[in-house]
């Protein structure tokens, strides 16, 4: 199947600095990705829609100036999250659908803020 | 609005016996189902889905889930347990469509499944 590469897989911050995280489709072009934040023995939860080249889509809830998204690419979307605090440590996982339909996901990262 | 309901938190199975994992949704529409699997700290597996046609899809690694229209019922199933199965599993359905092909999923919560050895 396709594949999505997530990058890093774990990061640890001190809190008030900012964390990059990257979402790649390796073998095929995504114009619309997904980002999900994971809490503990939860679900997804989505936070937004990434379409390249132009604003991302966020679900209510979620702070777009706190979960920055670029989608700067048709290969290439990323997650920033700013002055992170405690509160956003978490799971977070992106996702992507080539032409076939089903969505495939990203390894995760997990983000440890401390 | 889509939901997928998965009823059980936790099932737990004796390695050989055969498993199922339950998932019951709710669409307008056609529904598009998807399982996917989840290891500790990775990311989400597809296994399988079903647009169309036979209510038996086969999926990866011996999985296979059944559609079943009268009943919104899309339930994971696997001849033989192994302990390498263990691992949380999500349902999905199909959920808005986001431009240029791609389509949100909803999701249910996860059922966690221990094989026993």
């Known amino acids: 199947g396709a594949v999505v590469s997530q990058h890093p897989s774990r990061v640890i911050c001190k809190s008030g600095t900012s964390v990059k995280i990257e979402c790649r489709s390796l073998?095929?072009?995504?114009?619309?990705m997904f980002w999900y934040r994971q809490f503990p023995k939860q679900s997804l939860m989505l936070m937004a829609t990434?379409?390249?080249?132009?604003?991302?889509?966020?679900e209510q809830g979620v702070e777009k100036d706190k979960f920055l998204i670029n989608h700067a690419s048709l290969t290439l979307s990323t997650l920033t999250v700013t002055s992170a605090h405690p509160e956003d440590s978490s799971f977070y996982i992106c996702s992507a659908s080539p032409s076939t339909g089903e969505l495939f996901f990203g390894e995760g990262s997990r983000l440890t803020v401390l | 609005a889509q939901s997928v309901a998965q009823p059980e938190d936790q099932v737990n199975v004796a390695e050989g016996n055969p498993l199922t994992v339950k998932c019951t949704y709710s669409?307008?529409?056609?529904?598009?189902l998807f399982w996917y699997v989840q290891y500790p700290n990775r990311g989400l597996q597809f296994l399988l889905k079903?647009?169309?046609?036979?209510?038996l899809v086969k999926g990866s690694y011996g999985f296979e889930a059944e559609f079943n229209k009268s009943q919104t019922s899309f339930h994971l199933k696997k001849p033989s347990a192994l302990v390498s199965d263990s691992a949380l599993y999500f349902c999905?359905?199909?959920?808005?469509?986001?431009?240029?092909?791609?389509?949100?999923?909803?999701f249910g919560k996860g059922t966690k499944l221990s094989v026993i050895p």
């Open positions: 669409v307008s529409g056609n529904p598009y």
């Open positions: 079903y647009i169309t046609g036979d209510n």
């Open positions: 073998d095929f072009q995504a114009t619309t």
């Open positions: 999905a359905v199909r959920a808005t469509y986001s431009g240029a092909g791609s389509y949100q999923l909803t």
């Open positions: 990434s379409n390249e080249g132009s604003k991302a889509t966020y």
